[in-house]
């Protein structure tokens, strides 16, 4: 199958501090990635989608400012993290499907991402 | 899309046969079952997916009831690296603007 990766693999970062994820679909073009957050034994929560060139559809609940989305081409989203704190601590996980392949998508191995 | 129902936990024999139910009773004519797993600390991996009829591939294979209302995914022979927890999801297939809303799945622990 398609591969999908992240990176960084895992990141511990200060309380108030940026935080970015990155997303690449090495073999194929990404039409639309999307981005889930998973707290310790709990399921994948969606917290945006993002088709390339224009801005992420952010689902309810979840912070545009805070969780900031950029997908400026058709192998790259970032999902940055600004002015992180304790309760961001989570494993973030992108996800990418293409329209021309028409498949399902294909995850990332999420990051890790510890606030100290 | 349409809600499932998963068993919290399942236990396994290694080299048995691992079925794995869903279901999902609320499923529309247009919607497809998938089947994601999720080994600990990774991200989810795709195993199958259909729509009316039965479907099999390398890692699984996928039983659909007549009516749709239900499914079994079935692992033949279970490893320990089969350990993971299994996610059944109804969606719409085609597009790449259907997201996919995860429920709590089922922990499938294979037992040496």
């Known amino acids: 199958g398609a591969v999908v990766s992240q990176h960084p693999s895992w990141v511990i970062c200060k309380s108030g501090t940026s935080v970015k994820i990155e997303c690449r679909s090495l073999?194929?073009?990404?039409?639309?990635m999307f981005w889930y957050r998973q707290f310790p034994k709990q399921s994948l929560m969606l917290m945006a989608t993002?088709?390339?060139?224009?801005?992420?559809?952010?689902e309810q609940g979840v912070e545009k400012d805070k969780f900031l989305i950029n997908h400026a081409s058709l192998t790259l989203s970032t999902l940055t993290v600004t002015s992180a704190h304790p309760e961001d601590s989570s494993f973030y996980i992108c996800?990418?499907?293409?329209?021309?392949?028409?498949?399902?998508?294909?995850f990332g191995q999420g990051t890790r991402l510890t606030v100290v | 899309d349409a809600k499932t129902t998963q068993p919290p936990s399942m236990d396994c024999a290694e080299g048995r046969a691992a079925n794995l139910p869903c279901n999902h009773s609320t499923i529309s004519g247009n919607e497809y079952v998938y089947w994601y797993r999720q080994i600990h600390s990774q991200g989810p991996q795709y195993i199958i997916h259909?729509?009316?009829n039965n479907e099999t591939n390398e890692m699984a294979s996928l039983i659909i009831t007549e009516d749709r209302k239900s499914s079994t995914l079935i692992l033949p022979h279970a490893t320990l690296r089969d350990t993971a927890v299994y996610y059944c999801i109804v969606r719409n297939s085609g597009g790449s603007n259907y997201k996919l809303t995860f429920g709590k799945g089922t922990l499938l622990t294979v037992n040496p």
């Open positions: 993002s088709n390339e060139g224009s801005k992420a559809t952010y």
């Open positions: 259909g729509l009316k």
């Open positions: 073999d194929f073009q990404a039409t639309t």
């Open positions: 996800s990418a499907t293409s329209d021309s392949l028409n498949t399902e998508a294909f």
